[in-house]
């Protein structure tokens, strides 16, 4: 038996929207501990990774490991339908997913489970990083926006002297920096400086849950897959993403 009350459906919803931007099929594992996701988008650039602990709802049951596959947007199409102070109530039946949503009215949605072919998953577990930095929510989305202005690729730059993103496009720039002690950058650990550009398309998508966390984590390495994650109390959305490197 799998049954879940949760009180903060908007949390939930920004994150199931940054999943459904990336796949259009999702598996989500029911465990004992909480709801888990791991999925790499069709063209194998990202690797999304979500969890929800158990501590995060009012109420929390499942008896036995359960999976549960689900068109993400049809599920998302249903979040929304949350009014605000709505609860939402997850319900695993047969071959469907009962999302109960109660305000000042009880609605009752069924959305049927589907059989999901995980993609293979790229190698992530032996992915390494030389420099690793914890800045300020708000001025990493800031920064996305920024940069999407003017490009549709941002590099980041961190060494002992900061934080540094850039986009440049034909004519135009935007840069954004964060020296060391700065308050919006609560953490920075360089072994080596390192700098790699990255897909704007896709930090957008995972900036769409960045509300979990006040802060992000973001690891890199020249040239190198970056890891970007939002870890709040109870929940955390992270993506791993193949950089964009020069041919020149």
Do not use: H
């Amino acid at each position: 038996m799998f049954t879940a009350t949760l009180s903060d459906t908007k949390m939930f919803k920004d994150c199931v929207d940054c999943i459904a931007s990336l796949i259009d099929e999702g598996l989500f594992r029911l465990t004992p501990t909480g709801i888990e996701l791991m999925a790499a988008d069709r063209a194998m650039v990202a690797v999304i990774e979500f969890k929800i602990n158990k501590e995060a709802f009012e109420s929390y049951q499942c008896d036995a490991l359960a999976n549960a596959g689900l068109n993400m947007m049809n599920f998302l199409t249903v979040l929304k339908r949350a009014g605000p102070g709505d609860k939402l109530t997850l319900k695993l039946g047969n071959n469907r997913l009962e999302v109960i949503l109660e305000g000042n009215s009880r609605r009752v949605f069924e959305l049927p489970l589907l059989d999901v072919n995980i993609e293979d998953i790229p190698p992530i577990n032996n992915l390494n990083w030389t420099a690793n930095a914890e800045l300020a929510t708000e001025v990493l989305s800031q920064g996305i926006d920024d940069a999407d202005i003017v490009s549709d690729a941002v590099a980041f730059e961190l060494s002992n002297d900061g934080f540094r993103m850039v986009a440049e496009g034909d004519s135009s720039k935007a840069e954004l920096k964060l020296a060391t002690g700065s308050p919006a950058l609560t953490k920075l650990d360089v072994k080596t400086p390192a700098k790699a550009k990255y897909p704007l398309d896709y930090l957008k998508k995972i900036s769409k849950a960045a509300r979990i966390a006040d802060t992000g984590v973001l690891s890199i390495s020249t040239d190198y897959p970056m890891r970007l994650e939002f870890k709040g109390a109870n929940a955390s959305i992270a993506m791993i993403l193949a950089p964009r490197v020069s041919e020149d």
